[in-house]
């Protein structure tokens, strides 16, 4: 879709990701992050290790497993990886005032899940000391 040789794709140059070219002189648009298009940003991926998590890794997760209304008690809640491992059951029911029938599955289907996987794959001492 680029027009080669006109003076808009040179501006943009030929690796552009943007689909239509810019002006010469006009800045691409800022992404999600705050970071122009094709820039890289300053925002890593989320560590495989859920113990590594941010508390926005954790809202990110919980939002791409389709509870975004509840990923923000996470987020209210300040729960990093660390505090999600450590989460019992009613923790999740009652401690994040979220309806009990997300609450249950975000504890049976996620955390339950990300804390077998752990536990089971880590020593514990790593996780603790």
């Known amino acids: 879709m680029n027009k080669e040789g006109g003076s808009a ?3 943009t140059g030929p690796d552009s990701p943007s689909p239509v070219p810019l002006p010469p002189g006009k800045p691409a648009l800022p992404g999600a992050d705050g970071t122009p298009f ?3 940003s300053g925002r890593k991926e989320k560590p495989a290790d859920p113990v590594e998590w941010t508390v926005m890794d954790v ?3 919980f939002t791409e497993a389709g509870f975004p209304e509840q990923a923000t008690a996470f987020q209210e809640q300040e729960i990093d990886g660390k505090s999600l491992l450590l989460m019992q059951r009613t923790d999740v029911l009652t401690g994040l005032s979220i309806r009990l029938g997300p609450a249950l599955k975000i504890y049976e289907h996620h955390i339950k899940v990300l804390q077998q996987g752990h536990f089971e794959d880590d020593d514990p001492d790593g996780f603790l000391g």
């Open 59 to 61: 809202v990110e997760y």
């Open 9 to 11: 794709s040179a501006a």
């Open 38 to 40: 094709g820039c890289p």
